[in-house]
């Protein structure tokens, strides 16, 4: 919405970064913007929202809840740029539901950016994730008024798995690995390196969130993974092309991850320079 109010991206230096990116420069589609912001960011130039003179002392009325949140980290969005980096937002995809947004386990419903509707190509279009909001969650609400909702019976006792604390530091590793190994820029090595790791995860781990986790990353990593190609928000810079033969959408089950995780899990880890402690 900023972008489209005439708010430009710039980099340390003031440039206008994405000029030199695409001729609709901060218009551009998503993932060439994401792509563009991520490079500044890798590169060490960092990348900023500058708003100050398309909006300048206007930005609170027009965007009250944005100018909050800068206040409140210390930041004036109306005469200071604003720090950026790209978001899980912008990615396609999801829990595969019907018209009706029902999923593949009986009385489960699953609406919004967690599904995965058929609403959206390879990019995600601005206003298309709310709109799609709006229409699925009419037509689940719909469905289930119509359905008899099975009260759940009390679990047999041994079915309930106990659950031991949060590990801090295994879940931000998990969460580090998303951003750099499935992230804006992705290459085969890096997404079996982090297929790997979040099977040692899943299949270790007694903390019940952090293995369902796990489990959410390896299928998201296994279908990257197996698409070579490179579509809208899914670049593989192995594979930096599209590839006419894989113009469809794909829908990857947990078994077929698992069955990605096993033909990776004897692949020797690439070995990486270091270049300090």
């Given at each position: 919405a900023l972008r489209g109010e005439g708010a430009t991206l710039i980099n340390g230096r003031g440039e206008r970064f994405m000029l030199a990116r695409d001729p609709l420069a901060e218009l551009a589609p998503r993932d060439i913007v994401a792509r563009g912001v991520f490079d500044e960011i890798a590169a060490g130039r960092g990348a900023f929202l500058?708003?100050?003179?398309?909006?300048?002392?206007?930005?609170?009325?027009r965007f009250p809840t944005v100018y909050a949140s800068c206040i409140a980290a210390g930041l004036d969005p109306a005469t200071q740029p604003i720090p950026i980096a790209p978001a899980a937002h912008y990615h396609m995809g999801g829990i595969a539901v019907d018209h009706h947004g029902r999923t593949s386990l009986k009385g489960l419903w699953a609406g919004g950016e967690v599904s995965s509707t058929g609403a959206h190509g390879a990019n995600r279009l601005a206003?298309?994730?709310?709109?799609?909001?709006?229409?699925?969650?009419?037509?689940?609400?719909?469905?289930?008024?119509?359905?008899?909702?099975?009260?759940?019976?009390?679990?047999?006792?041994?079915?309930?798995?106990?659950?031991?604390?949060?590990?801090?530091?295994?879940?931000?590793?998990?969460?580090?690995?998303?951003?750099?190994?499935?992230?804006?820029?992705?290459?085969?090595?890096?997404?079996?390196?982090a297929i790997r790791t979040f099977t040692v995860i899943e299949q270790t781990t007694g903390n019940i969130a952090l293995r369902n986790m796990a489990t959410t990353a390896l299928i998201v990593a296994a279908s990257a993974w197996s698409r070579c190609e490179s579509r809208g928000a899914h670049y593989r810079s192995d594979y930096p092309a599209e590839d006419p033969a894989q113009r469809h959408r794909t829908v990857?089950?947990?078994?077929?991850?698992?069955?990605?995780?096993?033909?990776?899990?004897?692949?020797?880890?690439?070995k990486r320079t270091s270049t300090g402690a």
């Open positions: 500058d708003a100050t003179k398309a909006l300048g002392a206007k930005f609170a009325a206003s298309n994730s709310l709109l799609e909001a709006v229409v699925y969650a009419a037509r689940i609400a719909d469905d289930i008024n119509g359905n008899p909702l099975a009260v759940a019976g009390r679990p047999r006792d041994g079915m309930i798995s106990r659950n031991s604390a949060m590990p801090p530091l295994r879940e931000a590793n998990l969460r580090a690995m998303m951003s750099s190994h499935v992230g804006v820029v992705r290459d085969g090595d890096d997404l079996a390196e990857t089950t947990l078994d077929e991850a698992r069955n990605i995780a096993a033909m990776v899990a004897d692949t020797a880890p690439r």
